[in-house]
């Protein structure tokens, strides 16, 4: 930030039109400008962030090299530690397309790249690789069906609305304005 000094003040505090420098940046523009700059870079907390996961005081313990998606443990993980948690890609249900008798294998471990399905079918390259079986899944009628999003729905693969929970455990605040604003 070293420039040249009009009338005593360094130039990336001048206006436009006052010499050669950086023009003054309020300090919101300023903050929303690093914001771009850090989910940009990569960095984990500043990705999530933009992607909607959480709002405000959670930073991931582990974040997946596949496909970026973080470990979210839930309260019972608090209580019994030594039972594997899976990554959850996304906090709300993936709507996908099936056909009836199809033997699909869902993702249980929340790292592949091909969610919500296994990446190898099952096999030891998918979620066997990470401590975790896939599971088989075939839908009775071919349509649109509903999967898990977050890994931590009780009725796996289908949607329940835990997902939501998961949500609303990670950003307590926007999930108590929003109970708040449907109670009108």
Not at 47 to 65: E, K, Q
Not at 81 to 94: A, D, M, N, W
Request: charged residues 15%; proline residues 11%; glycine residues 12%.
């Amino acid at each position: 930030l070293a420039g040249s000094f009009v009338q005593g003040l360094p130039t990336f505090f001048c206006r436009r039109g006052e010499g050669n420098h950086l023009p003054a940046m309020l300090p919101i523009s300023g903050a929303l400008a690093m914001a771009r700059r850090r989910a940009a870079s990569g960095h984990p907390a500043a990705v999530l962030r933009a992607r909607g996961m959480y709002s405000s005081g959670f930073a991931p313990d582990y974040v997946s090299p596949n496909n970026g998606a973080p470990r979210m443990p839930s309260p019972w993980n608090k209580w019994f530690p030594f039972e594997p948690v899976p990554c959850t890609p996304q906090l709300s249900p993936v709507k996908v397309k099936v056909e009836g008798a199809q033997v699909y294998h869902y993702c249980m471990c929340g790292e592949c790249r091909t969610q919500p399905w296994c990446e190898d079918g099952g096999g030891p390259g998918g979620c066997l690789s990470r401590g975790f079986a896939s599971m088989p899944y075939i839908p009775r009628h071919t349509g649109t069906v509903y999967l898990c999003g977050c890994k931590h729905c009780p009725s796996r693969p289908r949607f329940n609305g835990t997902c939501w929970l998961v949500w609303a455990d990670y950003n307590i605040g926007p999930a108590c304005l929003l109970g708040f604003v449907s109670t009108f």
